[in-house]
């Protein structure tokens, strides 16, 4: 499983960006609209794996690439591709999972989901620890989630090995909640904050089971929607003013459903790998990656 995601470095620049774990890390950029190469690191560069991805934009207007490693978090500058100086709060071991926001302040803030069962915030221009870890997994945190939620604020989630997905308070660090244990490993997460006002969070695991639930109150959203397959990566978009969930599977099928009420909207596009952004008309896009390499985008 190799990650996928889409930039938006400017009003009219949207890039894609993959990345890949051993053996191949590689690390490319392309104009999303275009298709032609923006940059991509040469063999040798990217060499501790690639877990994970998020861009971030910096107070000084620069696009911040962050890239979740087994040493920790290595950054580039995503419009150029040149690398930023690693520091000591970035290198601490593996780190699984990332996702980033601007919060209401300005403040950017890069969240990491640590193999030693922490969860970590980071400001990821200056690469130093923003408030300490976020302590309570059992085990191997494996992915987080992080939005700006109406009614909480900026809220952190994280999925772990011991099978629980737990939530916290952006700005306090403060857990908020956490979920019944889950008898699975938790693979990825998403928080879609929808511009209907809907916030679900939504975890994938091993068993090929989709959790979801409300994001402010914890409580479960529907039935669990049984995919008959591991889900190792997830995404969820608006298409229309309708919230979705788009996940892959092991057998390299993309299905669509729909956020709120687990109803399945569309399963024709294949890949391992997915990603997922709104354009400025209210259109989606979808990227997907095979396990050859290829990628194809469409509207979603």
């Known amino acids: 499983m190799w990650p996928l995601l889409f930039g938006r470095l400017s009003s009219d620049q949207m890039v894609l960006i993959s990345g890949a774990a051993h053996p191949d890390n590689r690390l490319c950029c392309w104009d999303a609209m275009t298709g032609e190469s923006v940059w991509g690191l040469q063999d040798g560069e990217l060499r501790y794996g690639c877990f994970d991805l998020s861009v971030i934009k910096a107070h000084d207007g620069r696009d911040v690439l962050a890239v979740s490693t087994e040493v920790g978090v290595q950054r580039w500058e995503a419009r150029s591709g040149i690398r930023l100086e690693d520091t000591s709060d970035l290198t601490l071991g593996t780190i699984w999972g990332l996702d980033s926001i601007v919060a209401a302040d300005g403040s950017p803030i890069?969240?990491?989901?640590?193999?030693?069962?922490?969860?970590?915030?980071?400001?990821?221009?200056?690469g130093t620890t923003a408030g300490t870890p976020l302590a309570g997994h059992r085990s191997s945190v494996k992915c987080v989630a992080v939005g700006d939620v109406p009614a909480r604020g900026v809220l952190i989630a994280s999925g772990s090995d011991d099978g629980t997905v737990r939530r916290w308070d952006g700005a306090t660090g403060e857990c908020v909640g956490v979920s019944d244990v889950i008898n699975a490993e938790i693979l990825d997460m998403n928080?879609?904050?929808s511009r209907s006002g809907v916030s679900v969070l939504t975890c994938g695991d091993s068993d090929g089971v989709l959790h979801r639930w409300d994001a402010v109150t914890g409580e479960r959203l529907g039935n669990p929607i049984e995919t008959g397959e591991m889900v190792g990566?997830?995404?969820?978009?608006d298409v229309a003013d309708e919230p979705r969930i788009v996940a892959p599977s092991a057998s390299g099928l993309v299905r669509q459903w729909h956020a709120v009420t687990g109803r399945l909207i569309d399963e024709s596009h294949t890949g391992m790998s997915v990603a997922a952004v709104v354009l400025p008309d209210g259109r989606a896009l979808l990227a997907s990656g095979t396990e050859d390499g290829d990628i194809s985008i469409r509207l979603a």
């Open 191 to 193: 928080l879609l904050v």
């Open 233 to 237: 990566s997830l995404t969820s978009v």
């Open 110 to 126: 890069l969240v990491g989901a640590g193999n030693d069962h922490m969860v970590y915030r980071w400001d990821p221009i200056s």
